[in-house]
């Protein structure tokens, strides 16, 4: 089955850039999407499609996906985006599977 | 607004059954494929099956398949997942996920499922 793989922490300064990455083989082929979780609440999507925002999503969020790794990018980092991140593709090659990357923990300094 | 609510959550034992719902408004339920995802206490996001926007086509994870039914209930706006031989590494928050064959755009707010003798 299809891997991804985050790195478990990601600590960044308030105001400086943070970014995520999800490793998968030849990752570039496929839409990955990112979702944001807060401590005891629902996971949100933030970047869909490697680099579509949905609505209400600040601008500050932003992707890209090339060879074998996606990249979260979080401009002008706040406090309030300290949460943990997950990247998720659509596996259509294992019986239509849907996978998530382990989750990175973003601390804001 | 879209909502969703999920419910039947409980504590039960290794074994058992538990049928849990999730029950959708502020779109068109019938229209839009549906999921469910779980959460272990502590750890990370496990997609655990999706249903096509007719019902017609299942899908599971390796984890659950053959234990787990999803089904849904397009008159009463309502997702369900059928539970069975639960183990105690079914631990989790289940939530329910709206989106469409490729990801999930909205989640609800998740039911705790413990099993534990």
């Known amino acids: 089955s299809y891997v991804l793989t985050q790195p478990p922490s990601v600590s960044v300064a308030p105001g400086q850039t943070a970014r995520i990455t999800c490793g998968g083989n030849?990752?570039?082929?496929?839409?990955v999407h990112w979702y944001q979780q807060k401590p005891g609440q629902a996971p949100v999507l933030v970047v869909y499609?490697?680099?579509d925002r949905p609505s209400g999503i600040p601008e500050r969020f932003s992707g890209s996906n090339s060879g074998n790794a996606a990249t979260l990018t979080i401009s002008r980092v706040e406090a309030g985006d300290e949460a943990d991140y997950y990247c998720?593709?659509?596996?259509?090659?294992?019986?239509?599977?849907?996978?998530f990357g382990g989750g990175t923990k973003l601390t804001v300094l | 607004e879209v909502q969703l609510l999920e419910s039947g959550g409980d504590l039960i034992q290794p074994g058992g059954s538990l049928r849990l719902s999730c029950a959708a408004s502020g779109f068109t339920f019938s229209t839009y494929a549906m999921n469910w995802v779980r959460q272990a206490p502590g750890e990370g996001l496990e997609w655990v099956s999706s249903?096509?926007?007719?019902?017609?086509?299942?899908y599971y994870a390796d984890s659950v398949r053959g234990r787990f039914t999803i089904s849904r209930d397009n008159s009463k706006n309502t997702l369900y997942l059928q539970m069975n031989s639960l183990r105690v590494e079914d631990t989790a928050v289940y939530y329910c996920?709206?989106?469409?064959?490729?990801?999930?755009?909205?989640w609800g707010q998740g039911t705790l499922v413990t099993v534990s003798s």
């Open positions: 998720q593709v659509w596996d259509r090659t294992t019986d239509h599977s849907w996978v």
């Open positions: 030849n990752i570039a082929i496929k839409s």
């Open positions: 499609d490697n680099s």
């Open positions: 249903i096509s926007d007719g019902g017609t086509r299942t």
């Open positions: 996920a709206k989106g469409d064959s490729r990801l999930f755009d909205f």
